[in-house]
């Protein structure tokens, strides 16, 4: 199953592939050197397909539980000074996604949109300790009565260049259901209460809408 945001690009992809294969076989009579353009035109849609695939995940509902926004590996839990939407301190979690990773982008907890921001920006590697604030990004924050807020943040790296977020203001958040979209590798940050009871470690492998990130004292 692939996601919505690759259709365009996965048939594009193909013709471009299935042309390049048809040239390829009429033109090219040295057998080793064609068939090694084939092989890495065969390899280049197939990254394509994998990048822009779309695993069903099964969530767990729990207002009480923080859960992976994105796949990934966890790369920062530390407590930050928040400046955009909270100005104060919160435990700041990031995860780092590359290419070959399934970039859909879920909600970590159930509630309402009540906070929703795109921010036009640079492109700095998603590990840039300025590329929560200096590259494009989307911030959205979602409430519950039982957890309170927490603020996840999308952000376009190096070979991301573009970023798409579905919630807006006043929409009911389904945990697990699906946030957003980053094309082509970056990373997400979620901002948590400093009392919240973090269940990751750094350098943790985590899957989006099932792994638990956090869970209130």
């Not at 057998?31 to 394509?48: C, E, G, Y």
């Amino acid at each position: 199953m692939f996601h919505k945001e690759g259709h365009k690009i996965i048939f594009i992809t193909f013709v471009f592939v299935v042309g390049c294969f048809l040239l390829v076989d009429s033109f090219i009579d040295i057998n080793w050197l064609r068939t090694i353009i084939l092989i890495l035109l065969l390899v280049f849609l197939i990254l394509i397909l994998q990048f822009f695939r779309n695993p069903k995940r099964h969530t767990v509902l729990n207002d009480k539980q923080v859960i992976a926004p994105v796949d990934g590996k966890v790369v920062v839990i530390e407590e930050i000074f928040e400046k955009e939407y909270f100005k104060e301190k919160r435990l700041q979690v990031s995860v780092f996604m590359s290419p070959i990773n399934v970039h859909v982008t879920r909600y970590p907890i159930g509630g309402h949109v009540i906070f929703s921001k795109y921010h036009p920006g640079k492109y700095l590697v998603a590990w840039h300790p300025k590329a929560s604030e200096e590259n494009e990004r989307t911030t959205v924050v979602v409430e519950n009565d039982t957890y309170g807020k927490v603020l996840h943040r999308q952000i376009a790296g190096a070979l991301a260049k573009r970023i798409v977020n579905y919630a807006k203001l006043n929409d009911k958040a389904v945990q697990g259901g699906e946030s957003g979209f980053i094309k082509f590798g970056s990373r997400v940050d979620l901002f948590l209460p400093l009392d919240t009871n973090i269940k990751v470690q750094l350098n943790q492998k985590v899957k989006g809408g099932e792994s638990i990130i956090a869970e209130a004292k």
